[in-house]
C-alpha cells in the first residue's frame, strides 16, 4: 500500500511537473517612461525648459490651475536637486508635488491673507503649506499692482 503511493506520487510529479514549468513567451512592448508618456519629452532638460504652452501643445490637454502649480513645483524640486547632486525620480517628485499642493489651502491664502493662513492651520493637514504659497503669491501681485501704479 506504501509503495502503491509512492509509486502514484512519482508519478503524479514526473507526469504535472513539466506541465506547470513550461515558460511563456510573450513579446514585451516598449514601456513609455514618465516623462514621454506626461509632458512628451524624453530626458529631464527637455523637461525642465518646458513650459506650459508647450505641454499644453505636445500633450493636446489643457492642464487645470492645480496641474499647472503641481508642474511647476516639480520643476523647481528637481532644479534644486541637480543643484545639490542629490539622486531624484521625476515621477516620485511629480507625485509628491500632487500630493502636496491644496487649492482650497492656496485659495484661503490668496483671497483672505494672513486670515487665511490662519484657518488653514485650524484645518491642518497640508492647507498650509499650500496656503502660505496663495498668500505669498497674493503679496507678489500687490508689490507688482503698487509698482505699476
Known sequence: MKKTKIIIGLFALII???LQSEAVIKSVNPQKSFLQEEFGVSNI????????ADINRTTGKKL???????????QRKIKKNIK??????????YENATNNFNVGGFML???????????AILFGGNALK?????????IIAIVIVV???
Open 64 to 74: 487645470t490651475f492645480k496641474d499647472k502649480v503641481v508642474f511647476k513645483l516639480t
Open 109 to 119: 491664502g490668496f483671497f483672505l491673507g494672513p486670515i487665511g493662513v490662519l484657518l
Open 84 to 93: 545639490k547632486g542629490t539622486f531624484f525620480n521625476a515621477k516620485t517628485e
Open 45 to 52: 532638460q527637455d523637461f525642465l525648459s518646458l513650459s506650459i
Open 130 to 138: 499650500s496656503s502660505l504659497l496663495g498668500f505669498l503669491c497674493l
Open 16 to 18: 504535472l511537473f513539466p
Open 147 to 149: 509698482a505699476a501704479g
